[in-house]
């Protein structure tokens, strides 16, 4: 038996129905992190579903529990021999709220429902058919194989959609049981529809509450309009203070400095252009002499999320007496997180807005991280990507968004690939969110692939050998 046929195998679970008729038993299940009456959903998905998927490969399966967690979170490992080359694998099985009444006609967030190419329902790509996809990978290889040729171990949590509570002690206290030689896992999307990818990181995320409290109550706009001082009008010039007019960063603590010449020479294989359906990007706008994708995977953003003023649903003539703001700021590896807000409280003073005060948020902050491009695994995984599609994949040295990796790369020292099976426009954390039938039988292929070359020599280096 061979490579090609471990990737036939593969994609003939695809073809078949079968692997649409496993997502959509997991699909079902309302796993909403965010919602206390799913607590029950949350076990029912790792106890139904996931262990005997697993225990019926030959892993041997437990729950790990932490005190700050919302959910389980189920361990899995599959030892072959001490010896051979050790891979980690994550997924998270709990999703955002299923907002059941904003689906398109015909969809629910609880139902797989095929439909243009398209597979609906909520979890389809965040992260439910991510994790199937990997894991299916695996059982092409133990199938074809007869067994794995590595050994592998697995986390799946069901808080992520909240900020992954518990999941960076439950990594510090198994530290050794969570040892391997690296993460392979799955979340985000690729660069584009039809360009496979890989990411070796995550830009960091920082959320930022600003605001003005004036005084007690609004007063008369008429009366009193040029004698007292307006919130609103004053946060916005703070706000605007913090990038140029078209949304360069103005703080530069904030930011890099500089990008690394390995980023770049990877950063320039990388068009970032948008999907059928998706937004224009405006190459008008960020931090200017660089390009689309050194913007977004290679340096730092600053974006208002909400902003408050009065009374949005009925305005009344009265100046009011309060202004707040929530402010996000992605930054990459390079920026001290524990610098952010004493850099924008220097920022602030410096510039008059002394009144503005300022405070992190009560969302989770996410640190930035990257493996560097030229790393052993690197290379060997876009190999084993470029063996199977026949095309190199595109290199991201980060996601553009955010996610709990600095848990495996500084918690665990791994070193982290990770390999999306999604797209940009596949309306993730809204309503209609859709995981690509095409996207899912190229995933299932890949890692057959990775998966197969693993068992074939071990990869490049042993990291805890």
Not at 43 to 48: A, F, Q, T
Not at 61 to 82: N, S, V
Not at 295 to 310: A, H, M, P, T
Request: hydrophobic residues 40%; proline residues 8%; negative net charge.
């Amino acid at each position: 038996m061979s490579r090609q046929d471990a990737v036939a195998r593969a994609e003939a679970h695809f073809d078949s129905g079968a692997f649409k008729a496993d997502l959509a038993r997991l699909v079902a299940i309302p796993t909403e992190s965010q919602n206390p009456d799913r607590a029950a959903d949350l076990s029912r998905y790792v106890e139904d579903e996931m262990r005997p998927m697993l225990e019926s490969m030959g892993f041997t399966c437990r729950i790990l529990t932490e005190e700050k967690a919302k959910g389980p979170f189920l361990y899995a490992e599959r030892i072959e021999d001490p010896a051979l080359v050790t891979v980690l694998g994550y997924g998270h099985g709990d999703t955002i709220r299923g907002l059941d009444n904003a689906w398109k006609e015909g969809l629910s967030p609880w139902e797989l429902v095929e439909k243009d190419g398209r597979w609906y329902g909520r979890g389809t790509v965040d992260n439910k058919g991510q994790h199937a996809i990997n894991i299916a990978g695996l059982r092409a290889v133990l199938e074809t194989r007869g067994k794995l040729g590595f050994n592998a171990k697995y986390i799946i949590e069901m808080g992520e959609e909240v900020g992954s509570p518990g999941l960076r002690e439950l990594c510090a206290t198994h530290k050794d049981l969570l040892k391997a030689d690296l993460l392979i896992a799955s979340d985000g999307p690729r660069l584009g529809l039809s360009r496979p990818t890989i990411f070796l990181g995550a830009r960091g995320a920082f959320p930022i509450d600003l605001w003005i409290d004036a005084r007690e109550g609004g007063h008369h706009s008429g009366n009193f309009g040029g004698l007292l001082s307006n919130p609103g009008i004053e946060l916005a010039h703070a706000i605007a203070s913090i990038t140029t007019p078209t949304g360069a960063i103005r703080i530069p603590e904030w930011t890099p400095g500089e990008i690394p010449a390995s980023v770049k020479r990877v950063l320039a294989d990388v068009e970032v252009k948008t999907d059928a359906g998706g937004p224009e990007v405006e190459p008008w706008w960020g931090e200017p002499g660089l390009s689309m994708a050194e913007k977004v995977y290679g340096w730092s953003s600053f974006e208002i999320l909400s902003y408050v003023c009065g009374n949005p649903e009925g305005p009344v003539n009265a100046i009011p007496p309060r202004a707040w703001a929530r402010g996000q700021l992605r930054f990459v590896v390079g920026v001290d997180p524990a610098n952010v807000l004493p850099a924008l409280r220097r920022h602030l003073d410096a510039n008059g807005f002394s009144r503005v005060q300022i405070s992190q948020a009560r969302d989770e902050v996410f640190a930035a991280t990257r493996l560097d491009p030229e790393h052993p695994w690197v290379k060997w995984a876009v190999a084993s990507i470029a063996q199977t599609m026949g095309e190199k994949p595109a290199i991201l040295p980060n996601l553009g968004g955010s996610l709990p990796n600095d848990i495996f790369a500084e918690i665990l020292e791994l070193p982290t690939v990770w390999v999306p099976h999604s797209y940009p426009g596949c309306s993730q954390h809204a309503p209609n969110e859709h995981l690509p039938a095409s996207i899912a039988r190229e995933g299932l292929a890949i890692m057959a692939g990775i998966y197969w070359d693993l068992g074939e020599g071990g990869g490049p280096v042993r990291q805890n050998a």
